[in-house]
Each structure stands twice: as structure tokens, then as C-alpha cells.
């Protein structure tokens, strides 16, 4: 039964979530139900192909990328594969008609982590492109449900905060990506003299993407729109944490909110929600 094969793959993504990020699982939880399995199922794709070239390092990475990336365009032409990831994931791309130029700009991404350590403000760009602003894209197409119009007129913002997202993962991650895996993402920053005043100045550019990306949640249609704010949310007061905390101390240990301090934020943000104050 083709259904139970489905099922499975679709409890894989979802398990996968759930084990790779609380914080996010807490948050799909805050959409309507409709949007949680396809939700899952693309962030189990993310998921598997950011392991690849963060986690593999006894293994031949590039080829594994490669054979990843061409299961996952067959997996999308046949409508199925043996990998449950990806069948998970083509269920959801051809349901809801995510375009393949999102996910080929995002496997490029991927790619440029394999041989790039330094980056300079076009490849930084394009690679924020890549690893969060095309994913933030792929989430909006469920979100809207296939309303070419709405996707259309919130992209910029969607784009916005997915953008946001990853500026603040890059500080969060700073000593694990400089010292364990010898990436500076930061364009023109050298890391052996990270000062406040170069964080601060990154900090600036993120409170104008979380500017804009926040006025696209105000917008999103109300399946979508709670569990997106949590999301915000979290980021907003891990950058809050990120911002009080010195330069050296951010270059050599993990900024982190606390698994109670979560749960916390989303009491709040739902009392929020339900006083309409969002």
C-alpha cells in the first residue's frame, strides 16, 4: 500500500524536525494543521542536505551532495523515491507547485559551503539567496496556498525574514563556522579581530530585515500567521540575547535560549496573538 509508504515518509521528515530543532517544531505546531506536514517535509529536505556539508567530514561530501541532488530532481519527475526524505519532500513541491529554480538556488547554496570559507558581499549575498531566503519562499507557497497574487506581493518580506534568520544563525553559529569549520560568511570581517563595533554594525543590517520581514507577517493569511510571529519571535529574542552579549564571548561559545525560556516566549506570544496584538 502505497499510502503506508507514504505515511512513513512523512513521519521521517517530521521526526526529523522534531530532532533537529525544537525551537522550529514548537513553531510549526502554531500553524493550522494543514501546514504541518508540508511544512516538515520541506524543512526534512534542508535538513539532510545541510548535514551533508556541515557533518560528513569522513566521507567524500561533494559527491554525496551531488547523488542527493539528483535523487531529489528524479524524486520530483517520477513522484516518488525509496528515499523517504525526499519522497516526503516531492509530495509537497508538486502539490503546491514549489518552482525548481527555488530548489536548485538552494542545493547551489549547499554546494558553495563545500569549497568556499571566506566570502565576499556578492557570494555572501547569494548565498543568504540560497540557504534562507529561497527555503522562507518555499514555506510561503504552503502558507498562501497556491495564490500566485499573494505569494507574488509578499515575497520581498518573506525574503526579508528568512534573511534575518540566517544573519542571526551566522552570529549564533560564529564559533562553530570559524573554528570548527573554518568559514567566515561576514564579508570583509576578520574574525581575529571581531570587535562590538563590526558586530553592531551587523546587527544594524539585520534590524532592517527583521523590519521588513515583520510588516509580511502582519499580512499573511491567519493559517500562517501565528505560527510564523512565534517564529519571529524566537529569533528576535535570541538576536535580543546575541546583541547584550560581547564580541569575544560570540567568537567563542553558542548563544543559546534556554528549552523553558521557548516554551515561556510562546505562552506570551499566544496571549499576545489572542489580545490581537499582532
Do not use: W
Not at 4 to 21: G, P
Not at 216 to 245: E, S, V
Request: glycine share 4%.
Amino acid at each position: 500500500m502505497k499510502k503506508l509508504f507514504d505515511n512513513l515518509c512523512f513521519e521521517t521528515s517530521k521526526r526529523t524536525t522534531k530532532r533537529y530543532s525544537t525551537s522550529f517544531s514548537l513553531g510549526i505546531r502554531f500553524l493550522h494543521q494543514s501546514m504541518h506536514q508540508p511544512i516538515y517535509n520541506i524543512y526534512g529536505f534542508v535538513r539532510f542536505a545541510d548535514e551533508i556539508v556541515d557533518s560528513f567530514h569522513d566521507h567524500d561530501k561533494e559527491t554525496l551532495l551531488a547523488e542527493f541532488k539528483e535523487d531529489t530532481y528524479k524524486a520530483i519527475e517520477r513522484g516518488i523515491s525509496l528515499n523517504p526524505i525526499l519522497n516526503a519532500f516531492q509530495e509537497t513541491v508538486n502539490q503546491y507547485a514549489i518552482p525548481l529554480e527555488l530548489i536548485e538556488t538552494f542545493l547551489r547554496s549547499m554546494e558553495m559551503d563545500l569549497d568556499k570559507s571566506k566570502y565576499n558581499q556578492d557570494t555572501y549575498e547569494e548565498y543568504i539567496l540560497g540557504s534562507a531566503e529561497v527555503v522562507g519562499l518555499m514555506c510561503l507557497k504552503i502558507f498562501v496556498g497556491g495564490d500566485e497574487d499573494e505569494y507574488q506581493r509578499l515575497k520581498p518580506s518573506a525574503m526579508k525574514l528568512g534573511a534575518a534568520f540566517q544573519k542571526i544563525n551566522f552570529l549564533r553559529d560564529l564559533q562553530a563556522d570559524y573554528k570548527e569549520l573554518g568559514r567566515t560568511y561576514f564579508p570583509g570581517v576578520n574574525l581575529e579581530d571581531f570587535s562590538n563595533v563590526v558586530k553592531k554594525e551587523i546587527e544594524k543590517e539585520i534590524e532592517v530585515d527583521f523590519a521588513a520581514g515583520y510588516e509580511g507577517i502582519k499580512q499573511l493569511p491567519k493559517k500562517a500567521r501565528f505560527g510564523t510571529y512565534m517564529a519571529y519571535i524566537y529569533y528576535y529574542k535570541l538576536f535580543t540575547k546575541i546583541k547584550d552579549t560581547p564580541a569575544h564571548v560570540i567568537l567563542n561559545e553558542r548563544v543559546r535560549i534556554a528549552d523553558n525560556r521557548k516554551y515561556r516566549l510562546f505562552v506570551s506570544s499566544y496571549v499576545r496573538h489572542s489580545l490581537n496584538l499582532v
